[in-house]
């Protein structure tokens, strides 16, 4: 009886699981998503500038403050590998960094790292 009460529970979990993931073809021109924390120090799906280039563009090179920041999606496309890339704006209207309107990302790595999450 254990064992037929512990496999309903698995099953139960598992489905659970999966339906928390997000679909990266789901996500359309329009929708909000948040920018998370990165798994390392820098954000590695999402396609930021180095701070070299946002300091000559007069921008300031504060990686903190994005934590939490809304984007819009502008524009979705898939690469010749398959993959899907957004564009994405802040939701604000303000530029990313004081310097950069539109940000590119890799959908699907970075909704599975945590990068970006739906809203």
Same mark, same amino acid.
């Not at 180095?50 to 934590?67: C, E, T």
């Not at 979705?76 to 004081?98: D, P, Q, S, W, Y």
């Given at each position: 009886?254990?064992? !037929?009460?512990?496999?309903? @529970? #698995?099953?139960?979990?598992?489905?659970?699981?999966?339906? *928390?993931?997000?679909?990266?073809? *789901?996500?359309?021109?329009?929708?909000? @998503?948040? !920018? +998370?924390?990165?798994?390392?120090? !820098?954000?590695?799906?999402?396609?930021?500038?180095?701070?070299? /280039?946002?300091?000559?563009?007069? +921008?300031?090179?504060?990686?903190?403050?994005?934590?939490?920041? *809304?984007? #819009?999606?502008?524009?979705?496309?898939?690469?010749?590998?398959?993959?899907?890339?957004?564009?994405?704006?802040?939701?604000?209207?303000?530029? /990313?960094?004081?310097?950069?309107?539109?940000?590119?990302?890799? @959908?699907?790595?970075? @909704?599975?790292? +945590?990068? #970006?999450?739906?809203?």
């Amino acid at each position: 009886m254990r064992i !037929i009460i512990m496999a309903i @529970l #698995l099953v139960v979990a598992t489905v659970n699981v999966t339906a *928390q993931n997000v679909d990266p073809s *789901q996500v359309t021109v329009g929708d909000v @998503l948040v !920018i +998370g924390h990165p798994d390392a120090r !820098i954000y590695k799906h999402i396609d930021f500038p180095r701070a070299n /280039f946002i300091i000559k563009k007069g +921008g300031i090179a504060d990686f903190k403050g994005l934590v939490g920041s *809304q984007v #819009l999606v502008t524009a979705v496309k898939e690469n010749k590998k398959g993959t899907l890339i957004v564009k994405i704006k802040k939701a604000n209207g303000k530029k /990313f960094f004081n310097s950069h309107a539109v940000i590119r990302a890799d @959908l699907k790595n970075a @909704l599975e790292s +945590g990068e #970006l999450s739906m809203r």
